[in-house]
C-alpha cells in the first residue's frame, strides 16, 4: 500500500544537528533521551547505542554539572549519533561541551544569566557551527508570565519562547529550533500552531512528561498527530515513562502512520474474532517480538479469516489469510502458497526475512551499478 502522505509540511529554515538536518525538506527527524547517570559513561554509552540501533537519528543527554561535562565528551568519543547536550544556568557547562564535540546546545538563553554569558555561549556556538534548541516547559515557566497568566497558557509558552528567540535575534544567531512542551494536549498543540506562523526556524514537537508505556502513547499520538497532520514538526520526541527504546518506536509508528517516515515493517492485523483460523493476537506479537531488527520498510497484512484477508493482503507486501485447511500466504498482492498452523509463525518469519533478504540483494546490486 505505497501512497504519498497527503500532509504539505510547514516550509521552516534548515539547520544541522551533526550529520542530521533538521527543517526545509529533510525527513522528520526522531530523538529520544537518555535517563541513565551521565556520570556512568558506559551505562550512557550502552543505552545512546541502544537508542540509534532502534532507528533515533539524534540522542539529548542531560549535562547538570562541569563533571557531567567531562563525562559526556568520554560519551561523545564513543557514539556516532549527534548528541544534544541539555543544559540550564551554568553558561560554563554549555561552553565546555561546546569543546568537547556537542552537536546542539539546548538552553533557554533566558536561564544563562548576565547578557556577556549569553553572548559567550552564543559565539561558541556561532565559531563551531553548533545549533541551539529553545526548550520551552510549561512546568518551568518564568515567574513574571506565571504571575502575568496567573497559570501556564499556550499565550505564555508562546511569550516565553519569544523573549528567548529575541536574545537569539539581538546577537545575529538564527541556527535554532523551539520546542513549546506541555503534558495537556489541547495547550501544547495551540502552543505549537500560534508559534509556526511567527518564526522560520524548525520546532521540535512533543507532549512533556505525556505518562506511562500506554497513557502517554495516546496522548502523544494525539498531540503530535494533530499537528503533524497541520504539516508542523521538522524532529520529534515522545516522552514516556518507560524505556527510551520504546520513545523511539513509538515515534516511528507515528510518522509511519502519517506516511512521514518508513522505517520496519508496518502490521496491518485484525483485532480477530471467532471467524479466525488462526490465533492472530500470538501470531502478531510473536512477529513483532521477532523482526524487531528488520529496517526494511514493508507492509505485512495479518488477517484471521476470508471477510478481509484477501483484499488487506491484495495490497501489502506481504500478507497471510487465515483460511481452512491452511491458510493462504500472499506476495506482492497475489497468492503464493499454503501455510498450516502448525509452524505458522516460524514459516512467516522465514519468508518476510527471505524478502528482506531479496530487497537488500536488489538495493546493493543498484548502488553497484550506479557507482560503475
Known amino acids: 500500500m505505497k501512497h504519498e502522505s497527503p500532509i504539505v509540511r510547514r516550509k521552516s529554515r534548515q539547520i544541522m544537528v551533526g550529520n542530521v538536518p533538521v ?15 551521565t556520570l556512568d559513561v558506559n551505562a550512557t554509552v550502552g543505552q545512546v547505542r541502544a537508542l540509534e540501533e532502534a532507528g533515533a537519528d539524534i540522542v539529548r543527554v542531560s549535562v547538570p554539572s562541569m563533571d557531567a561535562a567531562e563525562a559526556f565528551g568520554k560519551i561523545r568519543e564513543q557514539v ?31 536561564n544563562i544569566g548576565r547578557e556577556d554569558r549569553v553572548s559567550a555561549v552564543i559565539s561558541a556556538a556561532r565559531d563551531r557551527n553548533i545549533p541551539i534548541r529553545i526548550g520551552v516547559n510549561a512546568g518551568s515557566l518564568e515567574k513574571e508570565l506565571q504571575r502575568k497568566y496567573g497559570e501556564p497558557t499556550a499565550d505564555a509558552l508562546v511569550e516565553s519562547a519569544m523573549r528567548h528567540i529575541d536574545i537569539l535575534d539581538r546577537h545575529d544567531f538564527q ?27 524548525p520546532l521540535h514537537l512533543g507532549i512533556t512528561e505525556a505518562g506511562g508505556f500506554r497513557s502517554g502513547t495516546v496522548k502523544s ?24 527504546v520504546q520513545e523511539v518506536k513509538v515515534g516511528y509508528d507515528i510518522l509511519k502512520s502519517l506516511r512521514l517516515r518508513s522505517r520496519g515493517i508496518n502490521f496491518i492485523a485484525c483485532p480477530s474474532c471467532s471467524r479466525q483460523n488462526f490465533d492472530v493476537i500470538q501470531t502478531m506479537n510473536d512477529l513483532e517480538a521477532r523482526l524487531e531488527d528488520v529496517n526494511t520498510a514493508m507492509d505485512v497484512a495479518i488477517i484471521g479469516c476470508i471477510v478481509n ?27 503464493n502458497q ?35
Open 175 to 201: 541556527d535554532f529550533k523551539v520546542s513549546l512542551k506541555a503534558s495537556e494536549v489541547f495547550m501544547t498543540v495551540a502552543a505549537y500552531r500560534k508559534l509556526a506562523g511567527q518564526i522560520e526556524q
Open 23 to 37: 527543517g526545509g525538506d529533510a525527513p522528520i527527524a526522531v530523538q529520544s533521551m537518555t535517563n541513565t547517570n
Open 309 to 335: 484477508g484477501p483484499g488487506e493482503a491484495k495490497v501489502a507486501d506481504i500478507g497471510l489469510t487465515g483460511g481452512s485447511p491452511k491458510n493462504l500466504f500472499y506476495m506482492a498482492g497475489k497468492p
Open 80 to 110: 556516532s549519533v549527534p548528541l544534544v547536550a541539555d543544559i540550564h544556568f551554568d553558561h560554563k557547562i554549555a561552553l565546555r561541551v561546546a569543546e568537547l564535540g556537542v552537536d546542539c546546545l539546548r538552553i533557554n538563553p533566558g
Open 221 to 244: 499520538s494525539i498531540g503530535l498527530g494533530m499537528l503533524l497532520m497541520d504539516g508542523i514538526g521538522d524532529t520529534i520526541r515522545v516522552s514516556l515513562a518507560a524505556d527510551p
Open 338 to 372: 499454503k501455510l498450516d498452523n502448525a509452524n505458522l509463525t516460524d514459516d512467516l518469519e522465514r519468508l518476510i526475512r527471505d524478502e528482506v533478504a531479496r530487497r537488500k540483494e536488489e538495493e546493493d546490486a543498484i548502488i553497484a551499478r550506479s557507482g560503475s
